[in-house]
């Protein structure tokens, strides 16, 4: 997965900034890196799933 910024004639700092987060957000960057900050056995990724559908399920009575 590569990401590349190019700045704009023009452009200021603040408008590539904006544009360069709005790019890793949509593209899930930062969500993707957060998942594998730590290991998760299978066992374990099938337990939090298990339980994150539970309380879906909960909240949506």
Do not use: C, P, W
Not at 4 to 18: F, H, K, M, N, P
Not at 42 to 59: C, E, F, G, I, Q
Request: hydrophobic share 35%; net charge positive; proline share 0%.
């Amino acid at each position: 997965m590569s990401l590349e910024i190019s700045v704009r004639e023009g452009e200021t700092q603040d408008a590539l900034l904006r544009r360069f987060q709005k790019m890793v957000q949509m593209q899930g960057i930062l969500r993707e890196a957060k998942s594998h900050r730590y290991f998760l056995s299978k066992r374990d990724v099938a337990r939090l799933k298990a339980k994150k559908n539970a309380r879906r399920r909960r909240l949506s009575r």
